[in-house]
């Protein structure tokens, strides 16, 4: 591939283009987004490389869709909803991300904090979420193939830890990796019944906010290869 399709393929043509991408922005905002720098990120992450090329049409549609392996690309609203509760308190240095799926929410991460530490079940996914950060030259991500309910224990703790499937209950290794102040952003819940939570860790304890219902997949045990 030549520079110049390179670059074609990263901006986009059709209902892939940037005008595409700007009305997404726009509806983000409308949406109550207000983070700039979190806009700005999922404005220039071409988005249509994290799906099927048969859908790539539909990239920047504010909806979640499939992958593969029962899973799907989390709705852009969600992505910045996500990030911008990571990023209420102010910039992080060292974030995990629990279910890299397609890795686009990795890629918005990657731009946002300091440093990415993604745990992903399903080895196919995480190395296809691989080879896309580096054709985007994303270098400040290191992934880890494992159980999301299990964390990253090893390189803990974390300033801010994103979990993008739905978990039964608030995993207790991952308030165990959270820093003192860290943000944890986490569905919670089962079936139609789902909240989406923003756990902080306090002084002497957490504290839990409600944020409204959300639809994700199940955060499942166990690597899948």
């Known amino acids: 591939m030549t520079r110049g399709q390179d670059d074609m393929m990263r901006r986009g043509?059709?209902?892939t283009s940037q005008r595409t991408r700007e009305r997404l922005i726009q509806r983000?905002?409308?949406?109550?987004?207000?983070?700039?720098?979190?806009?700005?990120?999922?404005?220039?992450?071409?988005?249509?490389?994290?799906?099927?090329?048969a859908l790539a049409h539909r990239a920047y549609e504010d909806t979640a869709l499939p992958i593969g392996h029962n899973q799907t690309i989390s709705q852009p609203y969600m992505v910045?909803?996500?990030?911008?509760?990571?990023?209420?308190?102010?910039?992080l240095d060292k974030v995990m991300e629990i279910g890299t799926g397609s890795g686009y929410q990795t890629a918005v991460?990657?731009?946002?904090?300091?440093?990415?530490?993604?745990?992903?079940?399903?080895?196919?996914?995480?190395?296809?979420?691989?080879?896309?950060?580096?054709?985007?030259n994303l270098r400040n991500v290191v992934f880890r193939w494992g159980d999301g309910w299990e964390g990253w224990p090893a390189l803990?703790?974390?300033?801010?830890?994103?979990?993008?499937?739905?978990?039964?209950?608030?995993?207790?290794?991952?308030?165990?990796?959270?820093?003192?102040?860290g943000r944890l952003v986490i569905p919670v819940g089962s079936g139609e019944v789902q909240q989406l939570m923003l756990i902080i860790r306090e002084e002497h304890g957490f504290s839990r906010r409600v944020l409204g219902s959300v639809r994700f997949v199940p955060l499942l045990n166990g690597p899948l290869a």
């Open 13 to 15: 043509i059709g209902m």
């Open 156 to 181: 803990a703790p974390y300033n801010g830890i994103i979990v993008t499937a739905v978990a039964t209950d608030v995993p207790q290794a991952l308030l165990d990796q959270l820093a003192p102040g």
């Open 80 to 91: 910045a909803r996500m990030s911008e509760l990571l990023l209420e308190a102010g910039p």
């Open 109 to 136: 991460l990657s731009q946002l904090v300091e440093r990415v530490f993604s745990v992903e079940r399903i080895k196919v996914l995480q190395d296809r979420a691989k080879e896309r950060l580096v054709e985007l």
């Open 28 to 53: 983000l905002y409308e949406e109550g987004i207000c983070n700039a720098k979190v806009l700005e990120v999922i404005r220039r992450t071409p988005r249509h490389l994290f799906v099927d090329e």
